[in-house]
């Protein structure tokens, strides 16, 4: 089920808060869990056995370690772990990058491997997470199954995250302050997710694919930045408008998880950067793989491999093509120069210009992302400093420029945290005329969200005569 | 439950609650609609829970297609969403229109395959060569965006058309080919194209004509038209696609003076008519499909003009609105659409002793459309293929 269709919006939530409201508390676990299992089965009933398996295994998994640790048998503790973190990753690389695996080592594939399954990229990682706490006792198993499978299931994050760490769910699920007014804030981060992907990312979305279908080899400067800037804000737009709604939903159910994105495009450093995009995913990678392999308190030498080992990783956990990984080890450059070449000099450098140029890089790294290769990259990356292709700035940069510029302005300024902190100052205000404004505006987010679900489906179907 | 020091602000809870329970009502009340004449499809119905259906997933998916199609108000939601874009966000296209100035809309030409795009060249050349004997001609007329160049939104992309239609009139040998792209630039002024609809006008079909009357041999200069206006309220393709409802077109006819009987035969139907006109679809949304009732595998009109020449037409919809032109110069036209026609231009041409052969298309179909290729593919062509 799609969080930004109709069924979902429409049914599914207000019926959810309402029979959750009704619930007695103790149930309320086993409420969620029914609402996400249906969630899940909507769209794909095959995903449920998958995902129903790789609960039953990692739940059995997850109490085996929690027996090993408190009898203190570490080495087979390790071999258990190790068993549990080879399965989930043993799952996600068949379905997500046996063919690409087999392709780059020369096989081709003549059999289908079946649909990715959805959300598989973050419940194996919530899974993963679960195991390494239980084990490391951070936190101990869910004893109850039904816990257990909200943990891995709950339908507010099953489908694109964020990556909740265990020890931070675990306890919420155990308990949970549930208020009314947690219902009230939930909605609101909802409908401004909502209305950020729909409206915002959609219509950036569609500029987007127009530049991306012009003929690479004679496109302006001005036109290969334009279709970088749609992407690079359709791409924050559309993940951290997900992000909100789900960490909303959470909210509504009386979760609390932390943000996902701070405002990445405000990064004055690359650093910076990655502690405000997808903040989940660094935390895991963080928590899971950097810090296990020794984190910063090694060698130069081994904290070099060690963070290019995370960065890899990240790359190739975002798809199976040879881009995300360069992505990856653009970023890992970038990060290293910063730590070990410019640290001091960039303290000198005014914020403003920081801030400009992280996001420039930030730019040319989605260029890559956004390549089906690194060839159709590299001539990308080569239009936008001016090497072949027609000029600076032909007709059509000044066609998209004149087409998405309003949009994009509007993109950028809402990337910036000044909308945020004027509506929350407005939020604020305990009067009754403040409050009207502030609920308006919802409606008005809410009705133009809706307009764009409900055209986005409008066909483009052309009449038989044509 | 923890008790509430104050008693939290529910505003926004209830603003959501109420819009999405309104919905709810509504979609629930209001009865489901079949058919969209904005958009002019059928809409999608309650679905049917089979065990298939939901094992294999389908259920959801046709349940949310059905939610949205029902949707209280579709229409008005699609003209929120059109405005936003356009108004608010500047949006030039959408859904492959342009926005033109002054609610121009146009359709933006898909690219032509050059493999299938030579491949029909060289299939009408065939056809040509081996019925030296009848008059070949052919018109491929522009779309509105490689015409209309003032109504563009600034800065849009210049047309390829002018240089592809050069091109494709270069490769033909043997057949008269009629190129009316100047023609129509300097006459550009004069609604040759529909504001709302990929379509040309009457009008743009009668400045074609007389082009393509002289390279036909027909001495189009007799004829007298009445020019009717049957429609003011016509809203086409384009602004079902786009969303954009602000524009109304007129629909004129052109017949000419004196009398023409005909008679009008659709292989698709056991009906005959007296008329190319079918007034009927004027109370409909397609009101373009007044002429020739849209497209048929094959239309044959019989008139009593007494020339000797029969016209075979091989044509898109492009030209049901060109074929009143015709009639006062055939004794017969066969209209062919290869999209819809099985046939083969072998058997058409000897059942019919055809005379006279006019391709007639938009440049848009013309350059992707592959059934042609198919339909013009010779006997002998097929005899030799199944020797290999």
């Not at chain 2, 494709?168 to 194209?193: A, M």
């Not at chain 2, 009101?287 to 016209?311: E, Q, S």
Request: overall charge neutral.
């Amino acid at each position: 089920m799609s969080l930004t269709r109709v069924f979902f919006v429409f049914f599914f939530l207000p019926a959810s808060i309402l029979l959750y409201r009704l619930t007695p508390i103790k149930v309320r676990n086993a409420l969620l869990l029914l609402l996400s299992l249906f969630f899940i089965a909507w769209g794909s009933p095959a995903d449920l056995i998958l995902i129903g398996l790789s609960i039953v295994f990692n739940y059995f998994t997850a109490l085996e370690l929690d027996e090993l640790r408190r009898a203190k048998k570490v080495r087979q503790k390790k071999l258990v772990l190790a068993t549990g973190i080879a399965a989930n990753t043993a799952l996600l690389v068949f379905f997500k990058y046996f063919i690409f695996l087999l392709n780059s080592i020369g096989i081709g594939v003549h059999f289908a491997v079946p649909d990715v399954p959805i959300g598989i990229s973050f419940f194996t990682f919530s899974a993963i997470s679960c195991l390494c706490d239980v084990s490391n006792g951070n936190e101990p198993a869910l004893k109850n199954p039904v816990d257990f499978a909200l943990y891995i299931s709950f339908f507010g994050k099953i489908t694109s995250g964020p990556i909740v760490k265990f020890s931070d769910m675990a306890k919420q699920i155990r308990q949970r302050n549930m208020t009314v007014g947690s219902v009230e804030g939930g909605l609101k981060l909802f409908i401004v997710g909502l209305s950020k992907k729909l409206i915002i990312a959609g219509s950036l979305g569609k500029l987007f694919h127009a530049v991306k279908a012009e003929d690479l080899s004679s496109m302006s400067v001005a036109t290969a930045w334009l279709g970088a800037l749609f992407y690079s804000l359709m791409l924050y737009y559309d993940f951290s408008g997900y992000s909100d709604m789900a960490i909303g939903l959470g909210k509504i159910f009386g979760f609390s998880f932390s943000k996902n994105f701070d405002h990445p495009y405000i990064s004055d450093s690359m650093t910076d950067f990655w502690r405000r995009w997808h903040i989940s995913l660094g935390a895991w990678f963080r928590d899971y793989v950097y810090i296990p392999l020794g984190g910063s308190r090694v060698s130069k030498r081994r904290n070099i491999i060690n963070l290019s080992v995370v960065w890899v990783l990240t790359g190739l956990w975002h798809g199976a093509n040879w881009t995300f990984v360069v992505w990856g080890l653009y970023h890992l450059a970038l990060l290293l120069i910063e730590k070990f070449a410019l640290k001091n000099f960039l303290k000198m450098i005014p914020r403003m210009i920081r801030i400009f140029f992280t996001f420039i890089l930030a730019v040319i790294g989605w260029t890559i992302f956004f390549s089906d290769n690194i060839s159709y990259a590299w001539s990308y990356l080569l239009r936008m400093f001016g090497a072949g292709g027609s000029g600076l700035l032909d007709s059509v940069g000044k066609y998209y420029l004149t087409s998405g510029g309003i949009l994009l302005m509007t993109a950028i300024i809402g990337a910036t945290p000044l909308l945020a902190s004027l509506g929350s100052r407005i939020d604020k205000k305990e009067s009754t005329a403040a409050q009207l404004c502030v609920t308006a505006f919802f409606a008005l987010l809410l009705l133009g969200s809706t307009a764009f679900m409900i055209s986005d489906t409008v066909s483009s179907f052309l009449y038989a005569q044509f | 439950m923890p008790s509430n020091q104050k008693s939290p602000k529910l505003w926004i809870t209830c603003m959501f609650m109420v819009i999405v329970i309104c919905f709810d009502i509504i979609a629930l009340v209001m009865p489901d609609k079949d058919f969209s004449e904005t958009e002019n499809r059928m809409l999608a119905q309650a679905p049917v829970a089979s065990s298939k259906s939901i094992t294999e997933g389908t259920l959801g998916e046709d349940a949310e297609k059905y939610l949205s199609d029902q949707f209280a108000f579709r229409d008005a939601w699609s003209n929120l969403s059109f405005f936003t874009r356009s108004m608010l966000f500047g949006q030039k296209e959408m859904n492959g229109v342009y926005i033109g100035k002054d609610g121009f809309l146009m359709l933006i030409p898909s690219e032509p395959a050059r493999e299938s795009l030579q491949k029909k060249l060289s299939a009408i050349n065939a056809v040509t060569e081996k019925y030296g004997e009848i008059n070949h001609c052919i018109a491929v007329i522009p779309n509105a965006e490689a015409i209309m160049t003032n109504k563009l939104p600034s800065y849009a992309p210049a047309s390829k058309q002018p240089q592809q239609l050069d091109d494709i009139s270069r490769s033909f040998r043997g057949i008269t080919c009629c190129n009316v792209s100047e023609l129509f630039k300097k006459h550009r002024y004069e609604e040759l194209y529909y504001h709302t609809d990929h379509h040309w006008t009457s009008r743009g079909a009668y400045l074609a004509f007389t082009a393509i009357a002289s390279d036909m041999q027909i001495q189009a200069d007799d004829t007298q038209y009445d020019i009717y206006t049957v429609s003011d309220s016509f809203q086409g393709t384009l602004s079902s696609k786009s969303g954009s409802h602000g524009y109304n077109d007129t629909i004129e006819i052109y017949v000419p003076k004196g009398e023409h009987p005909i008679s009008v035969r659709y292989s698709d139907s056991t009906e005959t008519s007296g008329s190319i006109y079918q007034k009927d679809f004027l109370n409909t949304k397609d009101k373009y499909a007044l002429f020739l009732g849209g497209n048929h595998p094959i239309v044959t009109i019989t008139t009593t003009a007494d020339t000797d020449r029969t016209l075979m037409l091989i044509k898109d919809s492009y030209a049901n609105c060109f074929a009143q032109f015709l009639t006062p110069y055939f004794d017969q036209i066969i209209i062919v659409d290869p999209r819809y026609c099985y046939d083969s231009v072998d058997m058409l041409i000897n059942q019919y002793e055809i005379t006279d052969l006019l391709y007639l298309y938009n440049a848009d179909t013309f350059m992707t459309d592959t059934s042609l290729t198919d339909f013009l593919t010779l006997e002998s062509d097929n005899s030799e293929q199944s020797k290999e």
